[in-house]
C-alpha cells in the first residue's frame, strides 16, 4: 500500500484483510530510540 493522495483500491478476501488489519506491526528502524535518546 502506498499513501494515495486521491483513490484506494484492494483486492483481497474479507477475512484476509480484516485480519491484516487487526495485526499489530512492530516496526525496528531505531527513531524512537535516537529520539529518546535526546530528552
Do not use: C
Not at 474479507?14 to 529518546?36: K, N, Q, V
Request: avoid cysteine; charged fraction near 35%.
Amino acid at each position: 500500500v502506498t499513501r494515495a493522495r486521491r483513490r484506494l483500491s484492494l483486492y483481497a478476501d474479507e477475512r484476509i484483510l480484516s485480519a491484516a488489519i487487526a495485526t499489530r506491526t512492530e516496526r525496528r528502524s531505531g527513531l524512537a530510540a535516537l529520539f529518546s535518546s535526546r530528552e
